[in-house]
């Protein structure tokens, strides 16, 4: 199994539908991130989990819920969006939640395209 | 506030040619970190290398190198007799030294090598 793992790759929705983004890492990481890619713009690094804790919150609309269960699991709930939501969603963990002391490396999952009609 | 800049968007090259990435980055911390990732068709953001603000020395992995200038806060990427499997989109990115220290992408590069 690769080290982290995204579902559904592909997903489509309504602006009134209700789902969910799920990731899972195999790593034994503590820290766990989702960032959103938009065409010709920069990562946008969402929320962080760190030993299951919310610790950041970029000014994420409402209507994106994140949800961390335990260290090896990330949930992004999504409901209400709208098609500028439309995007691909990357989960990445890390050893530790990024820190000078650490490698600093971010292991990345292979996305999932989200489209909103 | 931190701040990478990729000005390239798109390179095209041809096979065994040798390419150069460019990476401006802006901080203000006098420690901070370098990094450049792949991310290939499939999706999923390869870690490529680290940099740590004191190491200047570059750094050449294969056909990978790495040009490390602080005096003109550049970190520039190059390929080496490029191949086909090089095709990807490729991000600099900085993290500052703080302890909420988060990392920081550029807009990325596409580059294609044509056979």
């Known amino acids: 199994e690769t080290g982290v793992t995204q579902t559904p790759r592909h997903l489509v929705m309504g602006m009134t539908n209700k789902k969910s983004l799920k990731c899972e890492q195999h790593?034994?990481?503590?820290?766990m991130y989702w960032y959103k890619q938009s065409a010709k713009k920069p990562l946008e690094l969402m929320f962080v989990?760190?030993?299951?804790?919310?610790?950041e919150n970029n000014s994420v609309p409402s209507r994106f819920s994140p949800e961390c269960p335990n260290s090896s699991h990330l949930f992004l709930h999504l409901h209400t969006l709208q098609p500028e939501d439309s995007a691909l969603y990357l989960c990445?963990?890390?050893?530790?939640?990024?820190?000078?002391?650490?490698?600093?490396?971010?292991?990345f999952g292979e996305g999932s395209r989200l489209t909103v009609l | 506030a931190q701040k990478v800049t990729q000005a390239q968007t798109e390179i095209s090259v041809v096979e065994k040619e040798d390419v150069t990435l460019d990476c401006v980055y802006e901080?203000?911390?006098?420690?901070?970190?370098l990094f450049w990732y792949k991310q290939p068709p499939s999706g999923e953001l390869v870690f490529l290398i680290r940099?740590?603000?004191?190491?200047?020395q570059n750094e050449i992995s294969g056909r990978y190198s790495w040009n490390f200038q602080k005096s003109t806060s550049s970190f520039n990427f190059t390929i080496t007799a490029s191949q086909v499997v090089d095709s990807a989109v490729y991000f600099c990115a900085l993290s500052e030294g703080g302890a909420n220290s988060k990392l920081t992408f550029g807009k990325g590069i596409t580059l294609s090598v044509r056979p």
């Open positions: 989990y760190s030993l299951e804790e919310r610790v």
């Open positions: 990445a963990s890390s050893q530790d939640r990024l820190h000078p002391a650490n490698t600093g490396e971010l292991f």
């Open positions: 940099r740590n603000s004191f190491d200047e």
């Open positions: 790593l034994g990481h503590n820290a």
């Open positions: 901080t203000r911390d006098t420690t901070y970190y």
